[in-house]
C-alpha cells in the first residue's frame, strides 16, 4: 500500500472540514504497518465507505 500527498487545495478543504483553524496544532504521527494490518485497514475502509450496490468486492483488494 502507498500513501501519497495530498494537493494544497485537498489539504485546505480537509482542514476546512475538521474546522482546523491553526496548523500549528497538528502534529505528524507514523504508523508502521505489515502487509496484512494494511490489507485488513484497506478492506474495512472500502467496507464503511460504501453502500451494498456501489462496493468494490473485496476479493479485487487482495495483495
Given at each position: 500500500?502507498?500513501?501519497?500527498?495530498?494537493?494544497?487545495?485537498s489539504?485546505?478543504?480537509?482542514?476546512?472540514?475538521?474546522?482546523?483553524?491553526?496548523?500549528?496544532?497538528?502534529?505528524?504521527?507514523?504508523?508502521?504497518?505489515?502487509?496484512d494490518?494494511?490489507?485488513?485497514?484497506?478492506?474495512?475502509?472500502?467496507?464503511?465507505?460504501?453502500?451494498?450496490?456501489?462496493?468494490?468486492?473485496?476479493?479485487?483488494?487482495?495483495?
Amino acid at each position: 500500500m502507498e500513501v501519497k500527498p495530498m494537493s494544497a487545495i485537498s489539504s485546505i478543504a480537509l482542514f476546512k472540514n475538521f474546522d482546523v483553524r491553526d496548523v500549528r496544532s497538528l502534529e505528524e504521527i507514523v504508523v508502521c504497518l505489515d502487509k496484512d494490518k494494511g490489507l485488513k485497514l484497506l478492506k474495512g475502509i472500502v467496507a464503511v465507505k460504501c453502500s451494498y450496490d456501489e462496493c468494490v468486492p473485496l476479493s479485487s483488494i487482495s495483495s
